[in-house]
């Protein structure tokens, strides 16, 4: 990577922008170059190709705090980008010998990071580590001769929300999703030698990585490729169906006390979508610590119990996994039941909703 030429990403934090941006510079940009991103995003969530988001993050958390997520191109496990997280990506020709070689494109910047006082080495899972810690995750993806290995360098991030952020609620769920490996994780920033800010840390990186003087060192974006961009951006990465509706066929199976009435979930999703949902009642047979959580202590009928789950397995069959989906189904149409049942049945139904989308805590 002798030549590397520096796309300017005119410094955009969006971060469907800067993936687009990536795919396209991969797909399109003169072949006889090999590229170099830099980059940082606004706070988002950023799972691998085959991963399923909700065993990987805590879904709740991201959506009632307006952190987005989204899904890239390559395998992986699952990262969380912020304003103090800074991205590299190499987008190069396809060589056999650099597939699965991260040690091809990530020593040039451990010898960087070393040279600033960071006791950087690499693992045998592709990361870099500083004492132990990981300050940095790679991936990488191919396609049609050309390729690109990318990755994180948490340089000043807000290390709690990373733990609090990849902690999936959904535990019981069933796929071959590709899962995360959690590691404990630090920023580059407390082991420098010197203090720097994290523009001045990107500006090292380009440097190390791009000698001074090339007059064809920069590769700015013209008209046609910002138009190109946004048409990646907003057919992929901006689209729930790739973001989330992507992540692998998997089932979920689980039991709760709802009104006395002891509720078995099966569920199955496929494409983000109820393919195949059941809903059973039965009188209780064995103490409610035998279930998930009890939920309502008070009782509703059997029957009606039974009407009612009927019902919401025959609305939500091919509906969006999703929990607004869910929730403008389950408010939509009227159940014929006397009034004295009513208020316990609409207790049911929000028991019901939060065992199909709800923690298994």
């Avoid at 997280?85 to 020593?107: C, D, G």
């Avoid at 609090?164 to 535990?171: F, H, V």
């Avoid at 996994?321 to 009513?342: C, F, K, M, Q």
Wanted: net charge positive.
């Amino acid at each position: 990577m002798e030549s590397l030429v520096f796309i300017d990403n005119e410094d955009i934090t969006d971060p469907a922008t800067n993936l687009a941006i990536e795919e396209y510079a991969l797909r399109y940009l003169a072949p006889e170059h090999d590229y170099l991103m830099l980059y940082r995003n606004n706070p988002s969530v950023i799972v691998g190709r085959n991963q399923n988001v909700l065993e990987e993050i805590d879904d709740t958390y991201t959506r009632e705090s307006g952190i987005r997520v989204l899904r890239r191109l390559s395998g992986g496990g699952t990262v969380y980008h912020d304003p103090g997280n800074l991205n590299f990506s190499f987008i190069t020709r396809y060589e056999q010998s650099r597939l699965h070689n991260f040690h091809f494109f990530n020593a040039p910047i451990v010898r960087i990071l070393r040279s600033h006082g960071v006791p950087a080495e690499m693992n045998d899972r592709n990361d870099i580590l500083a004492n132990g810690r990981k300050i940095s995750g790679s991936a990488q993806f191919s396609s049609k001769g050309r390729m690109f290995s990318h990755g994180t360098l948490l340089f000043d991030s807000k290390l709690d929300e990373i733990d609090r952020i990849l902690s999936g609620r959904m535990k019981k769920i069933q796929s071959r999703s590709h899962k995360s490996v959690r590691s404990a994780v630090a920023n580059i920033s407390g082991f420098l030698r010197e203090p720097m800010d994290i523009i001045t840390f990107r500006n090292c990186l380009f440097h190390g990585l791009i000698p001074d003087g090339r007059p064809d060192s920069r590769y700015t974006l013209s008209k046609t490729d910002r138009m190109r961009i946004r048409e990646i951006r907003d057919s992929r990465y901006r689209t729930w169906e790739w973001n989330i509706g992507r992540s692998p066929r998997f089932q979920l199976t689980r039991s709760r006390l709802l009104k006395d009435l002891n509720v078995t979930l099966s569920l199955e999703v496929q494409k983000g979508h109820i393919e195949k949902l059941q809903l059973y009642a039965a009188k209780p047979d064995r103490p409610a610590g035998s279930f998930t959580r009890t939920t309502d202590v008070s009782t509703l009928d059997f029957e009606t119990g039974k009407k009612v789950l009927d019902t919401i397995s025959h609305r939500l069959t091919g509906l969006r996994y999703d929990p607004d989906a869910i929730r403008t189904a389950l408010a939509n149409g009227r159940l014929e039941v006397h009034n004295s049942e009513e208020e316990p049945v609409a207790g049911f139904i929000a028991g019901v909703s939060n065992l199909l989308y709800g923690s298994d805590e």
